[in-house]
């Protein structure tokens, strides 16, 4: 326990010197000084436990879902949306957390990751794998009693799906890794669908389909500038493995085979014109970007396609609300 610690526990300790003898009260000066020594400590220990549930991989996870919610057929009370929303959002952050566990001895080697929480020192291991227990049971419980059984089983799919098949045995042996492992990113809109549908559908299979096409490329690109990490932990990832123009090869093709995939929700009657067209420009934005990557050798290119293709998912997700509330006008 540290100084500061302590002196939350036990009162404020401060050395007897001849401006305050024992006995006489601390200035009030002091008193301030420690409270805020105390409050930084502890605004920075709630930095580092939220920092373990990987804000920014929850904020697109949880928008995901929220789409799935809002385009399924169907209404639901929005105070249980709202919580079906906040749990995938729970669910998400324990998995982080758990992949954060399992993975501090290589990301104690790798710059990327170097600064998170337990290789940093700042969580200790066994802390933040109870936080991600603790939080997957809490989210999948509450969602099955809370929302339905069926919204519960496909949190706890995803949850398992990304600790145990992805972290734990595709990562570290095969460099279709984030192909296979992919998966566990694309279940949050079929958790938001059924939270509202109790089933699942086409409607909800085309919302799958397109995160599930869209994590390779969008992976890769971070690969190909992160890639002398990967190698220097031994991570399979694909430019290690087969080299860099392999992967600019696969960049391509899945961004190719992504196109088409975006259009499912049109063929499945869940989307019209509005959406169709915005889906026709990121597709030829993002295979621009995966063009001027294979002509490239920087770090600049990929990471401005690896960027680009986060806006890209959110902006086609953005498309399928705002069509649909058209579609509700007309």
């Not at 909800?204 to 890769?220: E, K, N, R």
């Not at 290119?301 to 986060?310: Q, R, V």
Request: net charge neutral; hydrophobic share 55%; charged share 10%.
């Amino acid at each position: 326990m540290t100084g500061e610690s302590a002196s939350v526990a036990t009162g404020p300790i401060h050395p007897v010197d001849d401006q305050h003898p024992a006995g006489d009260t601390p200035p009030v000066a002091a008193l301030a000084a420690d409270a805020e020594v105390v409050g930084a400590i502890a605004h920075a220990r709630a930095k580092d436990y939220a920092l373990l549930l990987k804000p920014r991989v929850m904020s697109l996870v949880v928008f995901t879902g929220l789409v799935g919610l809002v385009m399924a057929p169907g209404s639901i009370d929005p105070v249980t949306g709202l919580l079906a929303v906040l749990l995938i959002a729970i669910g998400a952050g324990a998995s982080g957390a758990i992949n954060m566990w399992y993975d501090r001895d290589i990301d104690a080697h790798m710059k990327r990751t170097m600064n998170r929480p337990i290789p940093a020192g700042r969580v200790s291991p066994p802390l933040a794998l109870a936080l991600g227990i603790g939080l997957s049971v809490v989210s999948v419980v509450a969602m099955s009693l809370a929302v339905n059984a069926l919204s519960g089983v496909l949190l706890a799919v995803t949850i398992a799906y990304y600790v145990f098949i992805y972290t734990m045995w595709l990562k570290r042996r095969t460099p279709q890794n984030i192909v296979i492992g992919g998966a566990a990113g694309a279940f949050p809109p079929m958790i938001g669908w059924a939270a509202v549908t109790g089933g699942i559908d086409m409607g909800a299979v085309a919302l799958f389909m397109i995160i599930f096409m869209w994590t390779p490329p969008h992976f890769w690109a971070l690969a190909l500038f992160t890639s002398g990490d990967y190698e220097k932990v031994g991570v399979p990832m694909m430019p290690v493995v087969a080299g860099v123009r392999a992967t600019k090869v696969q960049i391509i093709a899945y961004s190719l085979l992504l196109a088409p995939v975006t259009f499912l929700p049109v063929m499945v009657g869940l989307s019209g014109w509005l959406y169709a067209a915005g889906a026709l420009v990121l597709n030829g934005m993002l295979l621009r970007h995966a063009v001027k990557v294979w002509h490239a050798e920087d770090a600049k290119t990929y990471k401005a396609m690896f960027l680009f293709s986060i806006l890209y998912l959110f902006v086609i997700f953005l498309l399928l609300m705002a069509d649909k509330g058209l579609m509700a006008l007309m």
